[in-house]
């Protein structure tokens, strides 16, 4: 069980949601959205997480020398996603390791709130140019902590 005592812990009410729109190009020839689609919703939604807490990627990358990757990720599709809908992608951080963060992860329907896919994220720190894995530099990890700009 974790605790606010614990280094990795990250408080749970914390989270963060991207407003996607379907396209026609998330779809698939009956209109709804390939599943494939969802990974990049979640995808901007994790980017757009980082930048909102001041943590651009590609400034990252030049200022610490590390790149966020996917490690594994384990997704469910509940309900279907349609042209036109409205979507709501969100990020909640779980737990915050030496060298990852596991991250919830939620793409629901705005008009109904029906919660569409699940996912479960495990992001590595690695190096940016050998991609081995690296300890998140103290700064980013109190960032990520705080779940706002240092």
Known sequence: MKSDSDPGFVDPGFSFSWRIRVYWE???????????????????????WMRAIGLGQDAIRRSHGVVFVVRGLEIAYDKPARLDDELDASVRVVRLRAASIDI????????????LARAQVRVACVDGDAFVPRRIPPAIAATIQQGRPA
Request: aromatic share 8%; net charge negative.
């Open 26 to 48: 998330d779809t698939d020839a009956g209109g709804v959205v390939y599943h494939a689609g969802y990974l990049r919703f979640l995808e901007r939604a994790r980017s757009e």
């Open 104 to 115: 919830a992860q939620a793409v629901q329907r705005v008009a109904d709130g029906v919660t």
